[in-house]
Each structure stands twice: as C-alpha cells, then as structure tokens.
C-alpha cells in the first residue's frame, strides 16, 4: 500500500551511540518532514525537506541530521544519542501548493520509538 | 508566531454523549486549521481541515469542527460518542498555509461504556 514507511519500529540505544532512523514514501510527495512526539508536548518538528537536495531546520532541530538524495528517501541521524532523544519519532510528507508548506494534508508514518539509556 | 492551545489533556465522556474538544489558535492572518487523530500505536491521520471557505467543516466518523474568528476557536465536536473514538487528538495551525504546522499538545479522549 501507498504511504510512508518508518523503520526500525523500536530501538534502544546507549548514551553515545549513533542511529539512523528511515523514512520512506512511495507518494511522490516533495514535503517530508520529521517530528518528534513527547508526553505533554503534542509534537515537535525536528527538519523538514521541500525536495531532492533542500533540507531545513525545524522547532527542535539540536542533535540530528538529515539528508535529502532522492524524493523518496528523508533519514534521519543522531550522531551521538542522549536520554533527551528518548521519544516516539514520526516521518510525515506532503503534497506543496506552490509554497504553501502547511496548506495540504500531512500523511504520517507508523512512528519509531527510540529508548536512548 | 502562530501557536494552538488545547485546553483539556485528557477529556472523559460516556458513549452516546457528546464530544467537545476544544482548540484555540493564534494568528494575526488566516489561518489553515487541522484537527489530526492518533490511535494508540499508530501514526497520526487526518479527520478535517479548514481552509477558509465554509466555517462549518465537516470530517470523518461523524466529526466536525466550526471556525470562529471572533473566539480565535476551532473546537471539535461529535454528536454522539462510540467506543472506536477513543485516541488522542491534535490540533494544528499553519498561518496562510505558508509555514510549517504547529501542532498542540494533544487531548486524550476516553469513553465511558
């Protein structure tokens, strides 16, 4: 089925450790974007690409990397994992109305839960 | 800067009651409003938007959501609870459409058999 596909689906790292967390969408969708989902703190977004080779910062962006090659594919890294990091991590892409970023419908994946001890 | 506030994080209501969750915006232009629905263990999906036409918008499974610019509210509403709405539920702004969604911190929704 169409949509967005995360993996892994859970994930224990220790202090220190780096990671990789994968998203991938088969939708075409030009918009991706990566969101983290904390207790009491609905969701945060981390970066955010508009296409192939154009990646930005979002609200929380401190400790991780992405990368843009392809429209399909938006990692994630954490270079050197800390408890902070701890959290259900979510990709999300889109459709752009010229550059209207937050006008269409977001499609989310299943979510990543990463325990960083 | 544009920002929701959800007023409630958890909100109880008995099946075949009616549901009311509440979401304020501020924005000083227009802005595209979402309400997004979690269910437990799984990723967020859409339930309406409201993109400045009706200010009545209606969703799936009965929800809909009524824009009121006087009041800065976008509240959601269901006539009459069923156990299957049980899950967390977002709201999110994005002022014009133009910038990156800002969601809020969520209401948690259970229902009372």
């Known amino acids: 089925n169409a949509g967005v596909t995360q993996t892994p689906k859970f994930q224990v790292l220790k202090t220190g450790q780096s990671m990789t967390l994968q998203c991938a969408q088969d939708m075409n969708h030009e918009y991706m974007s990566w969101y983290r989902q904390d207790p009491g703190m609905g969701l945060r977004l981390i970066h955010y690409s508009v296409g192939a080779g154009i990646t930005d910062q979002g609200e929380v962006p401190n400790g991780y990397n992405v990368s843009r090659s392809t429209t399909e594919d938006f990692p994630l890294r954490l270079l050197s994992a800390a408890p902070s990091q701890t959290s259900v991590y979510f990709c999300a892409s889109s459709t752009v109305t010229g550059t209207r970023w937050g006008a269409n419908v977001l499609t989310f994946g299943a979510g990543s839960r990463l325990t960083v001890l | 800067a544009q920002s929701v506030t959800q007023l409630g994080s958890h909100v109880s209501v008995s099946e075949g009651a009616l549901v009311l969750l509440r979401c304020n915006y501020s924005s000083s232009v227009p802005p595209y409003l979402f309400w997004y629905v979690q269910y437990p263990n799984q990723g967020l999906q859409l339930l309406l938007k409201y993109t400045s036409a009706a200010t009545l918008v209606k969703g799936i499974n009965g929800f809909e959501a009524e824009f009121k610019k006087s009041e800065t509210s976008f509240h959601l509403t269901k006539p009459s609870a069923h156990m299957s709405d049980a899950a967390e539920y977002f709201c999110?702004?994005?002022?014009?459409?133009?910038?990156?969604?800002?969601f809020g911190t969520g209401t948690r929704l259970t229902i009372i058999p």
């Open positions: 999110a702004v994005s002022r014009f459409g133009n910038e990156k969604l800002t």
